[in-house]
């Protein structure tokens, strides 16, 4: 992601930020210029006719549109369709969790040019659902035909920890979830015709085998001994549907990390790297990248530096995964259908 800057007075401010903390004006995001703005209706010297989402009055969103009445919810606020109720205190902090996940989220859509709509003006188009999970509703957080739900309850650092455990994972995290869901999603809309279905296939393999019988036989078996030759994750393994959601969301965790470190400007030294010729002395800009190659190199580079960072503070890795060649491959695949739209 950028590094955003207060309009006022210059200093840092973070894509949460509602207030600078230097100068401590009012500020959020011009989603319509990527950069941080003073809404006209805050302080009347800025000319810009912005003001909040209707979300920001429930400190869930940060993100400024044009002040007429027509404009309610900003373009990421607008795709929820059910969110916890304020009398309900404990899912409403969860929600606010969510949030910050799925701007985040929604600020990268915009960056690949994907198109995103919301469901209750376009029936083909994408719904959030955040809910809470019983024991008589049976939910779990996942994509169906453009709705998106994600369980209140991975807000919470505890249970979301137990669930990685239990489920073998080295990463479980709230953007992760957004970033596969969204996958899916865009998987219908990537792959409507037969020639693309092809090209899918051919890197992916056949996902017209049964869908819950295969998942039913990861969960019962598990992975297979080599899946790690084959795969991002164990859990790409059950089919070549979540395949493609677990590779999708590690593209999108590499693109922004990577734009993180553009922005930032890490530079590297040749004697850092142990790729042979590795092209680029400063973290490219991933989004004005066409070889995806150059994309990945810097990305080992940078994510193993962090790596180390993080070791050294007794904290786990920010990115616990190996890529094997296959995966890189996909990830390529990835990056070519994607950058016609960059
Ligand atoms: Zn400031
Ligand atoms: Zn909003
Ligand atoms: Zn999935």
Redesign the pocket.
Known sequence: MKVFKCPNCASTVFFENTQCVNCNNTLGYNVLTDEFAIPSTYNSNYKNNLKFCYNHKYSVCNWLVENDESNVFCKACELNRKVPNESDAENFKKWKKLEIAKHRLVYQLIKLNLPFQSKIKNNNAIAFDFLSDTNKNNLVT??SDGVITILLSEADSVNREQLRKQMQEPYRTLVGHFR??I??YYWMLLFNNDSDLEDFRNIFGDEKQDYNLALKKYYNQGAPANWNLNFISK?ASSHP??DW??TWAHYLHIMDTLETGNAIGISFSKNQTQIQEFNTSTTPNPYKTDDFKVIFDASIVLTSAVNSLNRSMGLSDIYPFVVPNLVFKKLSFIHNLLKKNL
Do not use: D, L, R, V
């Open positions: 996942g994509h596969h869901e996958g899916h859990y549907w979540e959601a677990e």
